[in-house]
């Protein structure tokens, strides 16, 4: 976004553009083709409904880890869902199934028990269990599935010689904004682990944390290792669901200054955006994104810098006292009505974000590419007042 278009947005306010999700969407769409396999998008990550007429141009699915996901799929982008959840509910469960065009079993107790539902229906339902090969580069644990004691999936020596009845594929999830080169390794364990079984299924759900259409990602490595997956198992479809990758970089979170206050020479604008309510994985990670016109430094920088040099820590407006981050060097002081411009903030952030404080949620919007901006919501009391009782 230019000065203009940051000027022209609501504050606060999420927004996506949509020549940047088009670019995603075709780099994503030529990997699926050029590999022959199905990408479909991960609602954990991005779901935006709003949007999926755009989404619908380049793919077919969506995959889905709830019922209310799996409704979303089936009533708002017209194709059923591949669902997935560690623990699926009784209650829930016919809904999902309804909603349902592939469920994958975290555990063989949960097939055991809920199997015979997925027959009861006027559609075919695909079902499969999920693998841990018990091998992943993720090093931040809060978001490694196959760490020790995992409680996602079943180890191979869980798994009996011949395949329960109805099981028809697996699904993995090894990776968190992973490299191709993160694949192949994994692709060795799950083949080494799973070999034996992986010419007896039709299909082996990859999961997501493919990070695709990031800028150093080797999209033809990615090509050609899916390329040789397929030749050694013809029998497998080959399926992707990244979430991040569909919406990686393709908009921001625009905020104002509230106010400027100084404490022991540490300056802080106080921003009309929470990092705990809507930008909970920099705090969770922890990571520092990038804002518009601002050099990010040291977070000790801050602490004593002279006044002339611009240097703010950046605070939340929730009475939470760890929410704040810091620091970034501004061309210019900051001033009351300034707009602060957090870039990347459309993938696992509007999925994430809470109301605690009762503060106000951001809107959400597109930036059409002909430059007009579509308001997709704005949030008021009754959002806030709905979710409780």
Known sequence: MNIEQINMVPSPCYVMEEKLLRRNLSLISRVADEAGVEIILAFKAFALWKSFPIFREYIN???????NEARLAYEEFG?????????????????????????TFNSLSQYRRLYEKTKLTDHTVSCGIRINPE????????????????????TSDMLPDELPQGIEGFHC??????????????????????GRWLHRIKWLNLGGGHLMTRKDYDVEHLIGLLKGLRSRYPNLKVILEPGSAFAWQTGSLVSSVVDVVESRGI??????????????????MPYQ???????SLDANAVKGAPFEQNIYRLGGNSCLSGDYM?????????????????EDMIHYTTVKTNMFNGISHPAIAMLRENGELELFKIFGYEDYRDRMC
Request: aromatic letters at 10%; a negative charge; one cysteine or more.
């Open 289 to 295: 994104p990038t804002v518009t016109g601002a050099e």
């Open 173 to 194: 999830h090894c990776h968190c904004e992973s490299s191709s080169y993160a694949l192949e390794n994994t692709l060795r364990h799950i083949e080494d682990k799973f």
């Open 61 to 67: 699915a969506v995959t889905a880890s709830s019922v």
């Open 326 to 342: 810091g620091s970034w060097q501004f061309d210019a002081p900051l001033k009351i009505g300034d707009k602060v411009v957090f």
């Open 267 to 284: 300056r802080t604008a106080i921003l009309d955006v929470s990092f705990t309510c809507h930008m909970p994985d920099c705090l969770e």
């Open 79 to 103: 194709s059923r869902a591949h669902a997935f959840s560690p623990a699926y509910t009784d209650k829930e469960f016919d809904e999902i199934v309804k909603c349902s065009s592939h469920i």
């Open 135 to 154: 091998y992943s580069e993720i090093e931040t644990e809060l978001y490694n599935p196959c760490a020790p004691g995992s409680r996602f999936g079943v």
